[in-house]
C-alpha cells in the first residue's frame, strides 16, 4: 500500500462544477503540499499546510491530522484548471516529500 | 520571482552515454532534489542534498550520481545511460524543513 493515496485518478467535470480531490496518508507528517502539473511537466506549489484550511482564489485546501486526509476544492472550474493535481507529504523528522500518483482534472467548457 | 532551472526541456541521448542534468536555483536554499516521474509511479526521489558537498540516496539512486559543489547548482548524472532511464527528470529546491518546495519546469530524457 503507498504511504500517500489520491483519489480519483481521473475526473473530467463541465466548466463551473465543485471539484473535490482526496489524499489519504498513512504516516504522521509535518506538512502537506498540494502541486499542479500542466502539460509540458512544470511544477507549481498550490498549498502547504499542516492544520485547518487555507483558501488561494477558487482553491481550498483542507486537512484532518487525526483523519491524515486532506482535500483540494476547486470551485467554479474552468478549463485552465485542467491539470494533474499532486499530493505530498514530508513525514516528521524527515526532509523528503512522498508524492501521490497524481489525479488527472479535465474541464469541458 | 523565485526560480528553478533545468538547463534542456528536451534531451536525447544513446544508450551508454554519459548524461549531465543540470539545476540551478536563485533563491539561496539550502536544499536541493531530484526526483523522476513516470507514467503510473509518480515522483520517485533519487538524491538529494542539504548543503554544499552534501549528498545524500533517495529511493531509487541506482545508476545515477550527484555533485553539488556551489550552493546554487545541482548536477544529476548518469554515468552509462540505459534505456530505462528514459524518464521525465524534476529538479526541486527548498529553503528548510518549514519552507515549501519550489521546481523546476523538468527535463523529459530520451535514452534510445
Known amino acids: 500500500k503507498n504511504e500517500v493515496e489520491q483519489s480519483p485518478q481521473n475526473l473530467t467535470a463541465q466548466e463551473g462544477e465543485f471539484i473535490t480531490i482526496n489524499c489519504s496518508y498513512s504516516v504522521g507528517i509535518s506538512a502537506l503540499h498540494w502541486l499542479q502539473q500542466h502539460p509540458g511537466g512544470g511544477i507549481v506549489s498550490l498549498f502547504m499546510l499542516s492544520s485547518g484550511k487555507k483558501k488561494h482564489g477558487r482553491l481550498i485546501a483542507t486537512i484532518n491530522i487525526q483523519e491524515k486526509h486532506s482535500s483540494l476544492h476547486i470551485t467554479a472550474s474552468h478549463p485552465r484548471d485542467s491539470a494533474v493535481y499532486i499530493c505530498a507529504v514530508r513525514s516528521m523528522g524527515n526532509e523528503k516529500l512522498t508524492f501521490g500518483t497524481g489525479t488527472r482534472l479535465t474541464i469541458i467548457p | 520571482d523565485v526560480k528553478v532551472t533545468q538547463s534542456s526541456r528536451y534531451l536525447v541521448k544513446r544508450t551508454g552515454e554519459k548524461v549531465f542534468l543540470e539545476c540551478v536555483q536563485d533563491?539561496?536554499?539550502?536544499?536541493m532534489f531530484w526526483y523522476r516521474q513516470d507514467p503510473g509511479l509518480g515522483l520517485r526521489l533519487i538524491y538529494f542534498s542539504y548543503d554544499v558537498k552534501m549528498k545524500e540516496k533517495g529511493d531509487i539512486p541506482e545508476g545515477y550520481s550527484v555533485s553539488r559543489e556551489k550552493k546554487e547548482r545541482f548536477s544529476l548524472i548518469l554515468e552509462s545511460a540505459s534505456t530505462n532511464q528514459t524518464s521525465m527528470y524534476l529538479c526541486?529546491?527548498?529553503?528548510?524543513?518549514?519552507?515549501?518546495?519550489?521546481f523546476g519546469s523538468g527535463t523529459r530524457l530520451t535514452v534510445v
Open positions: 533563491m539561496d536554499h539550502e536544499n
Open positions: 526541486a529546491s527548498s529553503p528548510d524543513r518549514r519552507g515549501g518546495y519550489t
